[in-house]
């Protein structure tokens, strides 16, 4: 198993332009997340799906959209990129609510000039 | 959800038992306790979690007050591959893990 994978690994973006993080999760997992991470921060909550079909807002969501594609694939999307979404973005997935554990991505490094 | 404290650093020698402290005075009855830890460039890792009584698990053990209202995680034999900042999260509703700072955890051989 391949655990949860995230493309691209490193992207440099000008402010004003666009671009689709992807994430993909192999273990059957009903929910997904994407998180955000800055320097000498902890991880804080974008979007999240609780299942197929849903999505709803963490703690940091103004500037980012995100897709359920299906149970597999969960995308996060940068409409217009700003310096302030530089950032490392972490997926994550788990079988349900909190007391299942979170599987995590190795991270996207994102840079916004 | 609750707050909680974690000392921002520790340092271990190789080997030796760790034991990683927190305190969440104002836990409630339903609060779920969370450890994560992040290694280097990675994304988090589970490490184990639990609601009143202490647990174990192949990586670490969590040793939980009788109040509920400290916590501590204790790696029983550090290798330098534990180096790693390590999160603890208590969390009994939705889908978020609010991740604060953690302790930076530093082994040396």
């Known amino acids: 198993n391949a655990g949860v994978t995230q493309t691209p690994k490193f992207q440099v973006l000008k402010t004003g332009q666009s671009m689709t993080l992807q994430c993909a999760q192999d273990m059957n997992h009903n929910s997904m997340y994407w998180y955000r991470q800055d320097p000498g921060m902890g991880l804080r909550l974008i979007y999240y799906s609780a299942s197929e079909g849903t999505t709803d807002k963490g703690e940091v969501p103004n500037g980012y959209n995100v897709s359920r594609l299906n149970k597999r694939e969960f995308s996060l999307r940068l409409e217009s990129a700003a310096p302030s979404q530089t950032s490392v973005y972490f997926c994550?997935?788990?079988?349900?609510?909190?007391?299942?554990?979170?599987?995590f991505g190795p991270g996207t490094r994102l840079t916004v000039l | 959800d609750a707050k909680t404290t974690q000392p921002n650093s520790m340092e271990s020698n190789e080997e030796e038992p760790v034991h990683l402290p927190c305190n969440h005075s104002?836990?409630?009855?339903?609060?779920?306790i969370h450890w994560y830890r992040q290694l280097p460039s990675q994304g988090p890792e589970y490490v184990i979690h639990?609601?009143?009584s202490n647990v174990n698990n192949r990586m670490a053990s969590l040793a939980i007050a009788e109040d509920r209202k400290s916590s501590t995680l204790i790696l029983h034999r550090a290798t330098l591959r534990d180096a790693a900042v390590y999160y603890c999260i208590l969390s009994n509703s939705g889908y978020a893990l609010n991740f604060g700072k953690g302790t930076s955890l530093l082994v040396t051989p």
């Open positions: 639990g609601l009143t």
């Open positions: 104002t836990i409630s009855g339903t609060d779920y």
């Open positions: 994550a997935s788990s079988e349900g609510p909190l007391k299942n554990e979170q599987f």
